[in-house]
Structure formats: structure tokens, C-alpha cells
């Protein structure tokens, strides 16, 4: 009896390749959402998130001192209306000459508050804002 002599067959197996292709798209969908480089804000427009990287940081510290609110700037105590003034001086210029601004808002700070400062800031112009 003759013995029928086939090759095997010689494809290769995509299924390993069509599962992590499959995995990676889900992962960058969930990824690509919090890469964006703006927060887009109640009431319209958008707040640009990536800092420059030549021009001035300010880090502006919100805290409660017995109910309190207690501002800083860069690690020295600030007035509201001072604050304001420096964000109209700010906001007026280019928004690629603007400083970066990073709000660190503690926990027992009413967010009223913090959301008012944050509106103020946009309203003055300013375009780097970043929220801790």
C-alpha cells in the first residue's frame, strides 16, 4: 500500500497577533483621552495644560486656617486682590510668553472657592493652568 505523502500545512498563526493588536487599541483608547493637552471647562473654551518651558512658574497654594481661606504664591502669603492683579498682568500677554500656573488646593477648602479662583484666572487670560 502506497503511503500518500502530503506536505503540511504552512501558514502562519495570526490569532496571537490579532490578540495583542486588539489589546493595544483598547489601551490607548482608554490612554489617548488623558493625554489630551487642554481641559475643557463648563461654560466653554478650554484650558491648555502643557507648560512652556522657558517662561515663569507660579505655584499658588489655596488652604483653610480655621475656616479661613489662606493664600500663597510661590511660598509667600498673597491677597486675593493681589493675586487677581497678577493674573490680568498675565493674561494680557502672548500665550506663548505666558508663565505656567499649578493650583494646589487643599482638601478642607470649600470648592466654591477653589472653582472662583480657577474662573478668575481664566477670565484674566491665563492659559497654562494646572490643578492639583
Known sequence: MARATEDPIQQLNAMPLVGLMLVLAVVFLFAAPRATSAVRLPGGGAIHCGPPSLNPQYEVV??????????????????????????????????????????????????????????EGRRAGLVYIGVE
Not at 500665550?95 to 499649578?102: N, T
Request: aromatic letters at 6%; proline letters at 7%; zero cysteines.
Open 62 to 119: 489655596l488652604a483653610s486656617d480655621g475656616g479661613r481661606p489662606v493664600l500663597s504664591l510661590n511660598g509667600h502669603s498673597i491677597s486675593r486682590p493681589q493675586l487677581a492683579g497678577l493674573f490680568l498682568s498675565e493674561g494680557r500677554l502672548e500665550p506663548g510668553d505666558q508663565g505656567s500656573w499649578r493650583f494646589r488646593i487643599e482638601l478642607d477648602v470649600p470648592y466654591g472657592l477653589a472653582a472662583q479662583l480657577l474662573a
